[in-house]
């Protein structure tokens, strides 16, 4: 960025600091837009942040979501439609899919603003009145006039392209009923509901970089009769026991902090701090979410494929079924329950392990291999977990559904190499702009 740009750069932000609506800027002396410079004024990704939160909101309300749509989905439309519509007027990154034609001085924040709100109206057209609202508000702190305009035209299309782009990505499509298999090792509902295996036609969703969903596929576990099972199986028998007397007090309260809201959720939120702290402007903050975001949604689709192709059964179930293992390292145990109650899907790979490991490497680009992170969740009240970088609290997430009961670690090590791979994956696509 040249002399003029920065100059202009840095007084919208002083504008914005103090709470003065920014107008309209000419072109600059290298021909850049100076509304298109809007976006690298710290401190205005901050929009970007505040639909993240909607989105989370809305997720949160019940029957928000469709039952069988993975909502990792919900969360890269809208961050890739964001970041879409940004890029098309800044050129400052490759796009995720295709820039958009940009009439005039067009404003980006208007362009993502509008863009956030088309996708979610069009994901949850229940919530449109509290979407228009939040748009209103984000569009009122701008300039009436031609670049606010066009900017929201720019948005509208991006939003547009999106939706179009995942119209037919079999998200819709009814899954196949469940069967479950009565060999040693295979998935069966687990107790104490023995509910209905969750996603299992997610892994036939169109990926939205990956080339298939079987392009990272993990290796296939060790037999349920092998001595390697056997071992991975008694670690999570001793740790992640309702009352184990191995487990620590502080893997008792991680492996329920981690089971208590949504993965994928409890990342994005780590994603908002971040970005607010580090003031990230409009273009590192929609590069930020949409690599984060990228990643969760093709972990999530390559992760299903693979639990419902090796369909290895919960540890609750091996231990206490034990002998039917067909393992003699395995004694039955019927009285064993896990920390936490067991998820509704098969156990290999770990989706904590994958998911979190993907977001750790897209996040850790933006924001460093040292950056300290203290971790919330509104379903777990009064519980901070402090890390030293983001790896480590990747690192804890995975291994505390083992602590939980959930997990076998090779089904940790297992996500992790999956989500880590998927990451490389958009961030090699994208190369959106960091925050240094």
């Keep these: 960025m040249r002399t003029r740009t920065r100059t202009l750069v840095t007084l919208a932000a002083a504008a914005l600091a103090a709470g003065v609506a920014v107008p309209a800027l000419a072109a600059t002396s290298d021909g850049m837009s100076s509304a298109a410079a809007l976006a690298d004024v710290p401190g205005s990704g901050r929009s970007v942040i505040d639909w993240n939160r909607q989105l989370i909101a809305i997720l949160g309300t019940p029957d928000a979501q469709p039952a069988t749509v993975h909502p990792t989905r919900s969360f890269a439309m809208l961050q890739a439609a964001e970041y879409d519509a940004v890029a098309s007027i800044t050129h400052a990154a490759s796009p995720y899919r295709a820039v958009t034609p940009v009439p005039g001085d067009a404003r980006p924040d208007a362009a993502a603003d509008q863009a956030a709100h088309d996708v979610l109206v069009a994901l949850y057209p229940a919530k449109r009145a509290g979407l228009d609202a939040q748009l209103d508000s984000e569009l009122a702190a701008m300039p009436t006039g031609q670049a606010t305009q066009d900017g929201a035209r720019v ?40 509910a209905a295996p969750m996603y299992t036609g997610w892994g036939s969703v169109t990926p939205f970089l990956l080339d298939s969903a079987t392009q990272f596929a993990p290796a296939a576990p060790p037999p349920v009769t092998s001595p390697a099972y056997a071992t991975a199986l008694h670690q999570v028998e001793s740790l992640g026991r309702d009352d184990s007397t191995t487990r620590t007090p502080d893997q008792t309260v991680a492996g329920r902090f981690w089971s208590a809201a949504p993965v994928w959720n409890t990342w994005n939120q780590v994603a908002q701090t971040l970005a607010a702290d580090r003031q990230a402007s409009l273009a590192q903050a929609t590069g930020a979410f949409a690599t984060l975001d990228l990643s969760l949604a093709d972990t999530t689709i390559a992760l299903y494929h693979a639990k419902y192709r090796e369909n290895v059964w919960r540890p609750v179930t091996a231990i206490q ?12 145990d019927p009285t064993w329950n896990p920390l936490t109650p067991t998820a509704a899907d098969p156990s290999y790979p770990g989706a904590h392990s994958a998911l979190s490991e993907a977001a750790a490497t897209s996040l850790t680009a933006f924001y460093g291999p040292r950056q300290a992170v203290a971790v919330t969740s509104a379903a777990a009240p009064g519980v901070t977990r402090t890390f030293t970088s983001l790896a480590a609290a990747a690192d804890e997430a995975g291994l505390s559904r083992i602590w939980a009961g959930q997990h076998t670690v090779l089904d940790h090590q297992a996500g992790q190499q999956l989500g880590s791979e998927v990451a490389g994956v958009v961030l090699g696509d994208l190369h959106a702009p960091t925050t240094g």
Excluded: E
């Excluded at 079924?321 to 039955?332: C, F, H, K």
């Design 321 to 332: 079924l034990g002998s039917a293992t067909g393992n003699p390292a395995v004694v039955a």
């Design 155 to 194: 948005g509208a299309a991006a939003a547009q392209q999106m939706i179009a782009l995942r119209a037919t990505d079999g998200s819709s499509a009814a899954p196949a009923p469940f069967v479950a298999g009565t060999r040693p090792g295979d998935y069966r509902p687990t107790p104490p509901k023995f």
